[in-house]
């Protein structure tokens, strides 16, 4: 079997790696807490005195910032100052990247250049931007700091080559070169189908060199055709998990969104510094490890960052420092969320209740009419009518039978029609029917089954399951149902790893519905086809 789909690591409440965030505070401040979420790059420093807090941070998707609060321990701590991005004398340096080699469709590498030009009329004086193609190896067409105008020209210039494309092997080139300016922040804005033919570099090494860089992937993927999931998706991956965003032209006419055209530089110049006031807390009673909370109430969202603290029990020496940089949590509460849950839960209920009526119309068509109209519950309050029903008898005593029997057909109807939950399921299964499914997160969704415990999974063709994808080894997973029901999957020593629900694993269970990452190959584990 082969599989060719390369997916995102979404998950937007889980933490996709440590970073620090690319908007330098003052010297004489100490870096203590930075995080990179897929809702926000966000960084604390603090001062010797103790007694502020500065933080900087910045939204991955653009947003509108309604409200920033603080409090400790029901303390409100007032926010001294807020400096939106950019600051004075502050710099971004973008690196226009465009893929050359020749794609599919005939009108992608003009509909590049018209975006690309786009991007170079909306440059402000603060804003580096560069120029740079690739197929199999990295041309600096206009170096950073150059004229808007000088890129415009260039990208009139740009032809297209038969060469074949080392993607992530020229990001990390670009990377190279970005990692070397002094910006305050750095982006590649890399225009590609997403189309790769590199042999020895993979996605974690890009994510590597872009953290260590500082450097956000803007996507902005082509799609040669509907069948071409596999391809923006590994886009979409580099953009996700570098802190970057990811925009997709529509199949078809290449055309971009318009919002994203209006506002290109949007995902990179957004946030700012903010500093936080922790007097009120400093002359009370807290003492010891402490945890304020910062909150971002903004257009979509509700953000709340636990910073850790340590008040000062020295009387002689009042302040509050910040502690280890993995204990900041950040919770995303999004309103939109909340809406979608609760109208699929009444959507839910609804076809229950339709079920339901459907259930009691068709026991009601084939009912005797008697029996619709005096319920048995009924029968003591109504002895008129039991005669009535029952007149046809010529004992009454055949009652008890009668509602034997039909208790009898109505349980056995219950348990012909009543809905399998997974854990019935499993107890029934046998040696000749899949114990659980892995299934494509693409279009076609296709079913691969699970057939044995052990249950192998690898890119040689031995495998249970072949993926034929190069962030796949040999040897990467293994697959095992348990005793009790229950499954493990297990890292066979890859290169690329095993991800459940975005969170890293050797070993780990794993349950109906969760997303497994073998590599960049994304999959959904079910225990029963009828239940996805």
């Known amino acids: 079997m082969k599989l060719k789909m390369t997916y995102k690591r979404l998950t937007e409440s889980l933490f ?56 400790l321990d029901k303390t409100e701590l007032p926010i001294l100052d807020i400096k939106t991005y950019p600051f004075e004398n502050s710099t971004t340096s973008i690196l226009l990247l465009i893929d ?86 750095k982006a590649v804005y890399l225009f590609s189908s997403g189309k790769s033919d590199d042999q020895a570099v993979y996605h974690n090494d890009v994510i590597n060199a872009a953290n260590a860089a500082n450097v956000r992937i803007i996507s902005i993927a082509y799609p040669d055709s509907n069948e071409s999931t596999e391809d923006s998706q590994t886009l979409h991956s580099l953009s996700t998990d570098s802190g970057g965003s990811f925009f997709q032209a529509s199949t078809g006419d290449l055309e971009l969104p318009e919002e994203f055209l209006s506002d290109p530089f949007a ?17 009370g ?11 971002f109430d903004t257009s979509r969202k509700k953000i709340t960052v636990k910073l850790p603290l340590e008040l000062s029990a020295d009387s002689n020496a009042i302040g509050a420092l910040l502690t280890d940089n993995g ?56 002895p008129s009518n039991i005669l009535s029903i029952f007149q046809g008898f010529a004992y009454l005593d055949y009652i008890p039978f009668i509602v034997g029997a039909l208790f009898l057909i109505s349980l056995l109807i219950y348990l012909l029609t ?26 076609d969704s296709l079913y691969y089954p699970i057939y ?29 149902r348990n005793r009790d029901g229950s499954f493990t999957v297990t890292d066979l ?3 690329n790893g095993v991800y459940i629900n975005n969170t890293k694993i050797s070993t780990g269970l794993i349950k109906d519905q969760d997303k497994v990452d073998i590599g960049d190959v994304r999959l959904k584990f079910i225990l029963d086809k009828k239940l996805s």
């Open 267 to 283: 995902a990179i110049d957004n946030g700012g510094i903010l500093t936080l006031d922790l007097e009120p807390v400093l002359s």
């Open 418 to 443: 009543r809905k399998k939950t997974p854990q019935t399921i499993i107890e029934e299964l046998d040696d000749s029917k899949p114990l659980a499914y892995l299934v494509s997160l693409s279009e």
């Open 493 to 495: 020593d890859s290169l």
């Open 327 to 382: 204990s900041v949590e950040i919770d995303i509460h999004r309103q939109e969320a909340d809406e979608e849950a609760e109208e699929s839960a009444i959507k839910e209920e609804q076809h229950s209740e339709l079920e339901v009526a459907e259930i009691h119309q068709e026991e009601a068509h084939q009912a005797p009419i008697e029996d619709r109209s005096i319920p048995y519950k009924q029968l003591e309050e109504q």
């Open 100 to 185: 050359r080699s020749k794609a599919e469709n005939i009108e992608q590498i003009q509909q590049i250049k018209n975006h690309a030009t786009t991007l170079a009329q909306h440059a402000l004086p603060y804003q580096e931007i560069g120029l740079a193609t690739f197929d199999t190896s990295l041309k600096i067409v206009k170096p950073l700091g150059s004229n808007p105008e000088e890129i415009i020209n260039a990208v009139e210039d740009i032809i297209e080559t038969e060469q074949p494309t080392e993607l992530y092997q020229n990001i990390l080139d670009a990377l190279e070169l970005l990692k070397a300016s002094q910006s305050n922040r």
């Open 452 to 480: 044995g415990t052990p249950w192998k999974v690898g890119r040689v063709k031995e495998k249970d399951l072949f993926l034929e994808h190069s962030s796949v080894s040999r040897n990467h997973a293994e697959f095992k």
């Open 285 to 295: 009673e807290l003492k010891g490890a402490q945890v304020a909370m910062l909150v």
């Open 16 to 71: 996709l790696s440590l970073t620090f965030l690319s908007m330098p505070l003052q010297n004489s401040l100490a870096e203590h807490a930075q995080v990179l979420t897929p809702d926000i790059e966000f960084s604390c420093d603090q001062p010797e005195s103790g007694h502020t807090i500065e933080c900087a941070y910045r939204f991955i998707e653009p947003d509108i910032t309604k409200k920033i609060s603080a409090t």
